[in-house]
């Protein structure tokens, strides 16, 4: 199976900060890396998927970008709303393996 | 609109089965597969298995040999089972289409000793 390392496990911001939250294969996924946002309580909420596509109805302060094993997702100004908990998810091999997740705190 | 319900027991006693259900609305079963995912409590996601949209099914190694996913078209159901639980089989499960775009809402499963 594929592994996904996610860094960093935790992540202190401000709101209005720029934040980068990255996922490492240990072999190249073709760019088929989707992220997750994800509340407490609440089911995983698709943002970006393929590397770089917004899904629908996602705000455009997030976006994604990689190729091979290295991949980031960014948000360019955080909102109160965007702290959460982030997961990244390679679909290139079977079985899909996550990444072990970036929760993103207050500072 | 395109929804998924997991539907099953929330405590299961060490060494039974777990069967759940994952009632989809909203799109076919012919067109779209369906994955099982779970979480422990606080930790990761890990992909369980899915039945392709042909009815063929997959399933990660690690669980393949006490897994099994089935569906029934006409009634927009999914089914998981799988046996022999153990008590870090404790976790949410949840049913997303093949795509992992819609997501059910999870069931928290507690295995009891």
């Known amino acids: 199976d594929i592994q996904m390392t996610q860094s960093p496990s935790f992540l202190s911001a401000s709101v209005g900060d720029r934040v980068t939250i990255n996922c490492k294969a240990s072999?190249?996924?073709?760019?088929?890396l989707n992220w997750y946002q994800q509340k407490l309580g609440e089911a995983p909420k698709r943002l970006i998927y393929?590397?770089?596509n917004l899904q629908t109805g996602i705000p455009s302060r997030f976006s994604g970008s990689g190729s091979g094993t290295d991949y980031t997702l960014t948000i360019s100004s955080l909102q109160p709303e965007d702290f959460a908990t982030y997961f990244c998810l390679q679909h290139n091999s079977f079985p899909g393996t996550f990444g072990g997740g970036t929760k993103l705190e207050l500072k | 609109q395109v929804q998924l319900k997991e539907s099953g027991p929330v405590l299961v006693q060490a060494s039974e089965t777990l069967s759940l259900t994952c009632t989809v609305s909203g799109f076919s079963l012919t067109n779209y597969g369906v994955i099982w995912v779970r979480q422990p409590p606080g930790k990761g996601l890990e992909w369980m298995g899915i039945i392709w949209r042909n009815g063929n099914t997959d399933y990660n190694s690690a669980l393949k040999s006490r897994l099994s996913i089935n569906r029934d078209t006409s009634k927009s159901q999914v089914f998981l089972k799988m046996n022999s639980l153990q008590t870090d089989d404790t976790a949410i499960y949840y049913c997303?289409?093949?795509?992992?775009?819609?997501w059910g809402q999870g069931v928290m499963v507690t295995v009891s000793s």
């Open positions: 072999q190249n996924i073709n760019k088929y």
């Open positions: 393929n590397t770089n």
């Open positions: 997303t289409r093949d795509r992992t775009d819609y």
